[in-house]
């Protein structure tokens, strides 16, 4: 059997190099599944690993909590609470920061650090420059990031407004801090050009704000086995005197909620995409198996004359499957690691973890490799069956005549509607549904993959003109370090270009339902509220209703209420009022998880008689720099915030992600589309190569014959395009479903551009696919099918 | 009646030489032919003896290496692939061994696909009851016998009126009674339409039906006769 084995490995090399352009092509498929899983995969790995091995060098807090004013002795007393191994207190305050050249105010996260006495957990990285001299004023270490959005140097200068007093700090340095992975004001954009942490000594910031021998911050690193909740519990119940605002464990911390949900993501699209990526490949190297089986059934025949098992007969088709699975897995493989390079570069830049790591684990490459093994065995399997249960004898004879029969449309009475060509195109699709159904299905995953990989950014797009132009709809948001009397709103009215001025009050508040509790704000807004707006999903407005409170439903399910119920709100600012109040509504808002009241009612709550702690502002755009100049005059509104500014950097930041994974997705579909329409094509033409010579023979020019052949994968496009829209949209809603969390619902947004994006780049792979066939239409031979029967 | 009318096809010196891996095959070694209008004409020669060379070249599907073809007033000698398309579907009809008929589609059908891009044709229907399929007009080609798809084929043939029926071993894949019945429907439709005809086979028998009969050989016409006496297809047997 050995000399016969090395002769039929023989055959088997000359049948991929004659095949060998839908060897490739199928092999490519292949590739996008293998390497869409490794690369997804292998990021979410090395983000992983990133992340905690930072932590864990950084040490990490696993508690944080704030509070008004703490005294320093009551340190002592948080580190007996039990489970909690370390404590650090400190001082951070925000303040507007000014540097010179930019109009719009930003904000600056102080934070206190005894230089000479590193802390113990939470270590800041020092990236360049150097740490300020211990004691000295005027010096600061500035987040990486707000230095390279900012283009900003070492030495440059820039002032920050301290308890009402300018004072002018100094670059000296650039440090990476756990806390700030992902440094935000607040809301989940990337917020680099407007917010800047700033390291600076802890006694001239304590002295600015009058916190000598007090802290407003507590960080803390538990034991092993300690309960999170019961600690935060303890922790609170020590702080509450001392206007402690509600401790959160890491799950709650901004940085580490935002970058572990992105982290997150790229482990649910390793799974769907490359899935359905896996599943074509399969369904592709099904079809040329079959195809190549059956056109080889003679040889079969033969080999099974001259003695050949079925073993043996099925085992090189086999060899066949896996030789074109191995090839996808080998340029799989070597693609997942190149993607999974780029990502992990894109993420680690995102995030800016101190250092790149990248690793593909081993066992990836060996899944990937499995999955697409088993899908091409199934294939072969399946092809080779119907092969192996013959006779040698039947082998032999040439398979029975092709039989159609009159379409449904004519046998409907329609026949008069169809030229005799398109009858013909027609009738091959419906006499071999099946074949005709999967090419479709195929296709219809291509455009899904596509949609599916690139509505994002509609959804993002439509999220932010939810957000900022109808939800809330203030040009200029300015926040006060204190409530302050409502009669602000005259004040503001008459600064410059401002055309109308609409005031809020939040309240940090815990709400309490049974042994249920969240931490949260309660926003309160004026009745006839236009700049502040409540939408649900479906952009219907809601009101907060008299007396009560109406949450966002996430917030409602998460406390297990319902309209009607009663809550408690712990208020944690002022007089801290603990309250019962009553939930009037809830609204399905796609973002946060909010608590809204009437503004009276809300400071009737508070105890409190009419302030407030925001106000929004229409400008006329024109007078915007002269507003935001006198604003910073105005010691009361620490916090400015320009909603343009906001939007601008959140696009420009996402728009280099989208591209990046829109043309991945748009390179994989296409690769997807081009597999299936040209190895569709391809089989089509062996099986007609003899009917289309016959009609060149009588006179049909080249292109007459192509309509004919490529008409049907036409058709088959035109069919799965639409099936693809339907199906992109459910794929995206699964991913949506998958992705969504609790304090956001992605919204289902596809913009009609991505369903045409979509379409047009599979139609494109079709007529590259239709091209490369073309050529090989006008080169059939004419003159062997005088001569050969089929 | 043959000698008066005007001459289709003038060719001179073809020749047609083909490379066939290291070896040069000479298939055709200088032709001169005439054929005339209305013209039945069978060309006989064993395998090898370049009547199918001739054949392709006659029917536009190939040009000679050296040497001129004139069809009418046209050259064929070195069209290039757009004409001779052009040439095949406005003057030519094919009449294959195996039939080549398009599986999807019903006999009528089958026809109607050239009439569509004819100039002149004859309706689907009448040509497919003058070779006396009138009956099965409806019927895919799985569902007709061998000799009734060949006579498809014949009407597909002649349905846009060529200028010349080009058969290549029609009854090759028939039984003997078939083909007669195919050989009576290509005479009948050479003297009632006046179709020039050319059937080209190696069973010599059916020389007798032909105006003339050219022997090929070697790629030469090694011998040129006018039967004495014109048989009608019924009347020979081998």
């Known amino acids: 059997m050995r000399s016969s084995l090395s002769s039929l490995n023989r055959k088997l090399v000359r049948d991929l190099w004659s095949l060998k352009t839908q060897v490739v092509s199928i092999a490519l498929v292949i590739a996008c599944g293998i390497g869409g899983f490794i690369g997804s995969f292998s990021t979410y790995g090395s983000l992983l690993w990133s992340r905690d091995n930072y932590y864990d060098t950084a040490r990490f807090p696993h508690v944080f909590a704030t509070a008004k004013r703490a005294p320093q002795s009551l340190a002592g007393r948080l580190r007996a609470i039990e489970g909690v191994a370390e404590v650090e207190t400190r001082v951070v305050r925000d303040a507007q920061l000014s540097i010179p050249g930019v109009v719009p105010p930003m904000i600056a996260r102080l934070i206190g650090q005894d230089f000479e006495h590193p802390a113990g957990m939470n270590r800041v990285t020092l990236k360049s420059g150097r740490w300020p001299a211990p004691g000295a004023r005027g010096e600061a270490v500035v987040n990486q990031r707000f230095l390279a959005a900012r283009k900003l140097k070492l030495g440059d200068r820039m002032s920050v407004l301290l308890n009402g007093r300018l004072e002018r700090l100094t670059l000296v340095g650039t440090a990476l801090s756990p806390e700030y992975i992902f440094a935000t004001r607040g809301g989940g954009m990337p917020d680099d050009e407007w917010f800047a942490v700033l390291w600076t000594d802890a006694r001239t910031l304590a002295a600015a704000f009058n916190m000598e021998g007090a802290f407003n911050s507590v960080l803390l690193r538990l034991s092993r086995d300690a309960s999170v909740s019961g600690v935060i519990e303890k922790l609170d119940h020590i702080l509450e005197p001392y206007g402690g605002f509600g401790a959160v464990g890491r799950d709650d911390q901004v940085s580490h909620k935002i970058i572990s949900q992105e982290i997150n993501q790229q482990r649910i699209f390793g799974t769907v995409l490359p899935s359905i990526f896996l599943l074509v490949a399969a369904f592709i190297l099904n079809v040329v198996l079959h195809r190549q089986v059956h056109a080889q059934r003679g040889e079969i025949a033969a080999l099974k004359a001259l003695g050949y098992d079925d073993r043996w007969i099925a085992l090189h088709y086999l060899k066949f499957a896996s030789s074109i699975v191995l090839l996808g897995a080998v340029l799989g493989v070597g693609l997942g690691w190149w993607l999974g390079n780029a990502m992990t570069g894109l993420y680690t830049g995102l995030f800016q973890f101190p250092q790149f790591h990248y690793f593909m684990a081993p066992w990836l490459a060996l899944a990937g490799a499995a999955a697409a093994l088993a899908a091409g065995f199934g294939g072969a399997l399946a092809a080779t069956r119907g092969i192996l249960r013959l006779r040698a004898a039947e082998a032999l004879r040439p398979p029975a005549p092709a039989e159609f029969r009159a379409l449904l449309l004519e046998r409907l009475g329609y026949a008069h509607l169809l030229t005799p060509a398109q009858r013909m195109i027609m009738r091959n699709l419906e006499r071999r549904p099946l074949r005709a159904a999967s090419t479709i299905a195929g296709i219809a995953g291509s455009v899904a993959i596509l949609i599916a990989g690139t509505f994002w950014s509609d959804a993002v797009e439509w999220f932010i003109d939810v957000q900022f132009n109808q939800m809330q709809r203030a040009d200029v948001n300015v926040g006060f370090a204190e409530p302050v009397p409502r009669s602000v709103q005259l004040e503001l009215a008459r600064l410059p270009g401002v055309t109308q001025v609409e005031v809020t009050r939040a309240i940090p508040v815990r709400l309490r339902a049974g042994h249920r509790s969240y931490r949260t704000g309660i926003t309160g807004i004026p009745d006839d509220a236009s700049l502040q707006r409540i939408l649900d999903a479906d952009l219907r407005e809601a009101k907060p209703a008299p007396g009560g409170v109406l949450l966002t439903a996430r917030l409602a399910e998460r406390l297990e209420v319902r309209p009607g119920d009663t809550l408690i709100a712990e208020l944690l600012e002022g007089k801290r009022v603990k309250s019962a109040v009553q939930v009037t509504g809830t609204v399905r808002e796609m973002a946060g998880m909010n608590a809204w009241m009437r503004l009276e009612d809300l400071n009737r709550l508070a105890r409190e008689g009419p302030v407030v702690s925001a106000a929004g502002l229409s400008v006329e755009r024109a007078q915007e720099t002269a507003l935001l100049e006198r604003l910073k005059e105005m010691p009361a509104a620490a916090v400015v915030i320009v909603n343009r500014t906001l939007v601008d950097t959140f696009r420009e930041t996402s728009a280099k992600n989208v591209l990046f994974f829109t043309t991945v997705l748009t390179i994989f579909a296409a690769t997807i589309a081009v597999g299936v329409v040209y190895n569709n094509a391809r089989i089509q033409l062996a099986e007609r190569a003899w009917e289309l010579a016959s009609l060149r023979v009588l006179g049909f020019t080249r292109r007459e014959v192509s309509v004919l052949l490529l008409g049907e994968l036409a058709i088959e496009i035109a069919a799965a395009i639409p099936l693809g829209f339907l199906a992109g949209f459910w794929l995206a809603a699964l991913l949506i479903a998958l992705m969504s969390h609790e304090v956001m619902a992605f919204p289902l947004v596809i913009f009609p551009t991505t369903y045409l994006y979509s379409g047009a780049v599979v139609v494109a792979a079709g007529v590259v696919s239709a091209l490369i066939v073309r050529n090989r239409i006008d080169n059939l031979d004419l003159v062997a099918v005088l001569k050969t029967r089929e | ?238």
């Open chain 2, 1 to 238: 009646m043959a000698a008066a009318a005007e001459a289709v096809f003038v060719a001179r010196g073809l020749t047609k030489t083909y490379r066939m891996g290291e070896t040069e095959i000479h298939a055709l070694r200088g032709v001169d032919l005439e054929v005339r209008a209305g013209e039945f004409i069978v060309l006989l020669g064993p395998s090898g003896s370049g009547k199918s060379t001739l054949l392709n070249i006659l029917g536009g599907l190939d040009t000679p290496t050296a040497g001129s073809i004139v069809f009418k007033d046209h050259s064929l000698s070195r069209a290039d692939e757009a004409t001779l398309t052009r040439y095949r579907r406005e003057h030519v009809g094919f009449v294959f061994q195996f039939y080549n008929l398009i599986p999807s589609l019903t006999a009528r059908e089958n026809v109607a696909l050239v009439t569509d891009i004819a100039l002149e044709p004859i309706p689907p229907d009448e040509a497919l009851r003058r070779v006396g399929l009138g009956e099965r007009l409806d019927h895919f080609p799985s569902q007709l016998s061998g000799g009734e798809q060949q006579r498809v084929a014949i009407a597909r043939a002649i349905a846009k009126r060529p200028d010349l029926l080009l058969c290549d071993e029609p009854t090759g894949a028939l039984d003997y009674e078939t083909g007669k019945l195919v050989l009576e429907v290509i005479a009948r439709i050479n003297a009632e339409l006046g179709t020039t005809a050319m059937v080209i086979t190696h069973n010599a028998a059916i020389a007798a039906i032909a105006d003339r009969v050219l022997r090929l050989g070697d790629g030469r016409i090694v011998g040129e006769e006018r039967p004495a006496r014109k048989l009608t297809p019924a009347e020979i047997s081998w």
